[in-house]
């Protein structure tokens, strides 16, 4: 009875001391941990290929087992990138680029989850290796025709609709999602350096083949693919910002001085001197600046100090009373920059707040705002709320993870989760008969554990409508990297 009461009291005690939210936390280590655990779940969900024996989403079947196969090459495997079957290239290198980086800086806190961290790169490099190295100076970036697949709500196991291949090469460049891709393979040979070195040879060594394959060639998939690939993932940002990060996750996994070359020969038409406040699938520049001040803050490499410099410009523009404050925030709390699918920036800004407090933390260094300065610990309780806002800490009392907490969304925009499982309905469900799903009022039938929605609009308001896909729809690159961020707070012995 003792631990109860003393449970119930302390419960008391934090009711009590609720205006003093600095005392009282509203998740402990162990929530984080359900959640990271989930937020790794997810990616089960979005599998496409044969799944493993070791499948833990059992609603979920073999799908997309010829991609590729009428163009003479094996894409089988990958993710679906959001609600929908198709396998896009540049956000599925960016998920993989952010799943990476998760457990290289914070996998020492994931525990019992790194191996499913690490299964999730997997599936993720495994399908990259394949469209990196299936035709010589040609990437394999996509795999479904959008405009069809969005004309019909299938499962994936059920799809009929074209499976085209799309693909950049040396007459039709892709620089953006080709360096992404570079981006991502790095990455990962950093993950599996110690536990598997000739997959991380490999891995590196395509990743180097890649990128000199989208710096040769430059330009813009968006402007070789075009409508199928806009406006649904659009390289808006161009083509510079993806090169300058390629480089540096190359330079970061190899150490090979001619990155670090490239980098100082190529940043200021890259990005380098600009200043850019959101960090996505599309826009890289934020997150380059915060991996390469890493050099400068633990090497004093000099020719990095402008990365560090304009680091410590974007984290100043998302801390209120700062000089160079200049986020939005709902009244809630939480940092909102687009109506479409919100949660993406927020997962990514909070990864990029705990991941530049811990080289400064690791260096004794602040962020510099004008004349005043943040410290690594400030930087770490602007991304505690913004995580606990995600996990349910907000007005609503929601948590925008699927399967977290007592409240969350139940009408996923999501095709396998609202369509039954082939387990539950064997027979097949055709393109025009699984609409009525998608307008169905009932919960989503297959509770895609993990995912995490596009969530609340300015005023903190969420509609569950599972055709409001702006509010409603999950995706890999929403997920990616708040598991790293889910990993920094369950590895805290004390949440503060």
Same mark, same amino acid.
């Given at each position: 009875?003792?631990?109860?009461?003393?449970?119930?009291?302390?419960?008391?005690?934090?009711?009590?001391?609720?205006?003093?939210?600095?005392?009282?936390?509203?998740?402990?280590?162990?929530?984080?941990?359900?959640?990271?655990?989930?937020?790794?779940?997810?990616?089960?969900?979005?599998?496409?290929?044969?799944?493993?024996?070791?499948?833990?989403?059992?609603?979920?079947?073999?799908?997309?087992?010829?991609?590729?196969?009428?163009?003479?090459?094996?894409?089988?495997?990958?993710?679906?990138?959001?609600?929908?079957?198709?396998?896009?290239?540049?956000?599925?290198?960016?998920?993989?680029?952010?799943?990476?980086?998760?457990?290289?800086?914070?996998?020492?806190?994931?525990?019992?989850?790194?191996?499913?961290?690490?299964?999730?790169?997997?599936?993720?490099?495994?399908?990259?290796?394949?469209?990196?190295?299936?035709?010589?100076?040609?990437?394999?970036?996509?795999?479904?025709?959008?405009?069809?697949?969005?004309?019909?709500?299938?499962?994936?196991?059920?799809?009929?609709?074209?499976?085209?291949?799309?693909?950049?090469?040396?007459?039709?460049?892709?620089?953006?999602?080709?360096?992404?891709?570079?981006?991502? #393979?790095?990455?990962?040979?950093?993950? *599996?350096?110690? +536990?598997?070195?000739? $997959?991380?040879?490999? !891995? &590196?060594?395509? %990743?180097?083949?890649?990128?000199?394959?989208?710096?040769?060639?430059?330009?813009?998939?968006?402007?070789? #693919?075009?409508?199928?690939?806009?406006? *649904?993932?659009? +390289?808006?940002?161009? $083509?510079?910002?993806? !090169? &300058?990060?390629? %480089?540096?996750?190359?330079?970061?996994?190899?150490?090979?001085?001619?990155?670090?070359?490239?980098?100082?020969?190529?940043?200021?038409?890259?990005?380098?001197?600009?200043?850019?406040?959101?960090?996505?699938?599309?826009?890289?520049?934020?997150?380059?600046?915060?991996?390469?001040?890493?050099?400068?803050?633990?090497?004093?490499?000099?020719?990095?100090?402008?990365?560090?410099?304009?680091?410590?410009?974007?984290?100043?523009?998302?801390?209120?009373?700062?000089?160079?404050?200049?986020?939005?925030?709902?009244?809630?709390?939480?940092?909102?920059?687009?109506?479409?699918?919100?949660?993406?920036?927020?997962?990514?800004?909070?990864?990029?707040?705990?991941?530049?407090?811990?080289?400064?933390?690791?260096?004794?260094?602040?962020?510099?705002?004008?004349?005043?300065?943040?410290?690594?610990?400030?930087?770490?309780?602007?991304?505690?709320?913004?995580?606990?806002?995600?996990?349910?800490?907000?007005?609503?009392?929601?948590?925008?993870?699927?399967?977290?907490?007592?409240?969350?969304?139940?009408?996923?925009?999501?095709?396998?989760?609202?369509?039954?499982?082939?387990?539950?309905?064997?027979?097949?469900?055709?393109?025009?008969?699984?609409?009525?799903?998608?307008?169905?009022?009932?919960?989503?039938?297959?509770?895609?554990?993990?995912?995490?929605?596009?969530?609340?609009?300015?005023?903190?308001?969420?509609?569950?409508?599972?055709?409001?896909?702006?509010?409603?729809?999950?995706?890999?690159?929403?997920?990616?990297?708040?598991?790293?961020?889910?990993?920094?707070?369950?590895?805290?012995?004390?949440?503060?």
């Amino acid at each position: 009875m003792a631990p109860a009461i003393f449970s119930l009291t302390v419960q008391i005690v934090c009711l009590t001391l609720f205006s003093l939210s600095l005392l009282c936390t509203a998740f402990t280590p162990h929530d984080y941990s359900d959640a990271l655990e989930k937020s790794i779940l997810f990616f089960e969900g979005q599998r496409s290929g044969r799944l493993p024996t070791n499948q833990r989403l059992k609603w979920r079947g073999n799908s997309g087992l010829s991609d590729g196969s009428s163009y003479h090459v094996d894409l089988v495997g990958g993710y679906y990138d959001a609600g929908d079957n198709v396998k896009f290239g540049l956000p599925m290198a960016f998920t993989t680029t952010m799943l990476a980086w998760s457990v290289i800086e914070f996998g020492s806190s994931m525990q019992n989850q790194i191996a499913n961290a690490k299964a999730a790169i997997r599936w993720g490099t495994d399908y990259l290796l394949k469209a990196a190295t299936a035709t010589p100076d040609t990437l394999y970036v996509q795999v479904g025709d959008p405009n069809m697949d969005h004309k019909c709500w299938e499962r994936p196991e059920d799809m009929d609709t074209p499976r085209n291949v799309y693909k950049v090469s040396t007459q039709n460049p892709g620089s953006d999602v080709a360096a992404e891709t570079a981006a991502a #393979l790095a990455a990962a040979s950093i993950v *599996f350096k110690e +536990s598997d070195p000739s $997959y991380s040879a490999k !891995l &590196l060594q395509t %990743a180097k083949k890649v990128f000199d394959f989208a710096d040769r060639h430059r330009g813009s998939y968006s402007d070789s #693919l075009n409508s199928v690939v806009c406006p *649904f993932y659009c +390289s808006y940002s161009g $083509y510079q910002d993806e !090169l &300058l990060w390629g %480089a540096s996750w190359i330079h970061r996994a190899s150490q090979d001085n001619s990155y670090l070359t490239y980098i100082q020969s190529n940043g200021h038409t890259m990005g380098s001197d600009n200043d850019d406040y959101s960090f996505s699938w599309d826009d890289k520049r934020a997150g380059t600046k915060v991996l390469l001040s890493k050099d400068f803050l633990e090497k004093s490499t000099e020719e990095f100090q402008l990365y560090k410099s304009h680091a410590d410009n974007y984290i100043c523009s998302l801390i209120p009373g700062t000089s160079g404050f200049q986020a939005q925030y709902t009244p809630g709390g939480l940092l909102y920059k687009a109506s479409e699918s919100n949660l993406q920036y927020v997962t990514t800004t909070s990864f990029l707040l705990l991941t530049y407090a811990k080289y400064l933390s690791a260096n004794g260094g602040v962020a510099t705002c004008g004349t005043s300065t943040v410290t690594a610990e400030s930087l770490i309780a602007h991304a505690k709320k913004q995580v606990d806002y995600t996990l349910g800490d907000n007005p609503a009392k929601m948590s925008y993870m699927v399967g977290f907490g007592a409240r969350y969304p139940q009408h996923v925009h999501h095709r396998g989760s609202s369509v039954p499982s082939i387990h539950a309905h064997p027979d097949r469900i055709t393109c025009n008969d699984g609409f009525q799903y998608l307008y169905s009022s009932s919960p989503n039938p297959n509770v895609l554990v993990g995912a995490i929605v596009g969530g609340p609009d300015s005023k903190d308001n969420f509609a569950d409508d599972r055709n409001n896909y702006q509010q409603s729809e999950p995706a890999t690159y929403i997920n990616a990297p708040f598991v790293g961020a889910l990993a920094f707070f369950s590895g805290k012995a004390t949440a503060n």
